[in-house]
């Protein structure tokens, strides 16, 4: 009897509560997204310096209603997301449009030495809330309001990665020793 109590009080609660469902969608270390940055004001550490990583990216998806086929965000359909990134993180020098080095950065590309990107920041974190506002037009381009990204991770390595979540806008950083 007290089992279908609870089971009754559950059944109401998740009526009144809306269930969201996720889905993730990772661009691997695999991918070969190698990208070259450095932090201009890390003045204290190595990361000052031109440096790279073949960066990992996961994006979380959320929403309250399945599609018509019980599906998040279509998969096959994140192909702009795909190019994307690859437009950005595949064998590129990301800069930061702040960075005093910015004119002598850019002339290697005027060589022909490096595929300049120019971000509003740069570093594992910015790249997490860059490509969170990317995925964020974008689905909403594509499903309105049924769907959103509800966080993106990206990750340096296996040790380091820092996610940009949609629940409070701020980015944490995760680093393992």
């Known amino acids: 009897m007290q089992r279908i109590f609870y089971y009754e009080k559950l059944v109401k609660e998740l009526k009144r509560k809306k269930m969201i469902y996720y889905s993730t969608k990772t ?8 990208c070259a940055f450095r932090q201009p004001r890390a003045f204290h550490s ?6 790279g990583y073949s960066l990992s990216f996961s994006f979380k998806f959320g929403c309250s ?3 018509d086929k019980n599906w998040v ?15 950005n993180f595949d064998h590129t020098l990301a800069v930061d449009h702040n960075d ?3 004119e002598t950065l850019q002339e290697l590309a005027r060589h022909e030495l490096a595929v300049i990107r120019l971000f509003d920041g740069v570093g594992c974190e910015k790249f997490a809330e860059h490509a969170y506002n990317f995925a964020s037009k974008m689905i909403t381009e594509k499903y309105g309001d049924r769907c959103w990204v509800e966080s993106v991770e990206v990750r340096e390595h296996g040790a380091n990665s820092a996610i940009y979540d949609r629940g409070t806008g701020k980015t944490f950083v995760t680093e393992t020793w």
């Not at 661009?27 to 190698?34: A, F, K, N, P, V």
């Not at 190595?46 to 440096?51: E, G, L, T, V, Y």
């Not at 965000?73 to 437009?87: I, P, S």
Request: proline share 3%; with cysteine; aromatic share 12%.
């Open 100 to 102: 005093p080095m910015k």
């Open 27 to 34: 661009y691997g270390h695999e991918r070969g997204l190698s």
């Open 46 to 51: 190595h990361c000052k310096f031109i440096h």
């Open 73 to 87: 965000v279509d998969f096959g359909g994140l192909k702009d997301l795909k190019n994307w990134l690859e437009d």
């Open 65 to 67: 209603e399945l599609d």
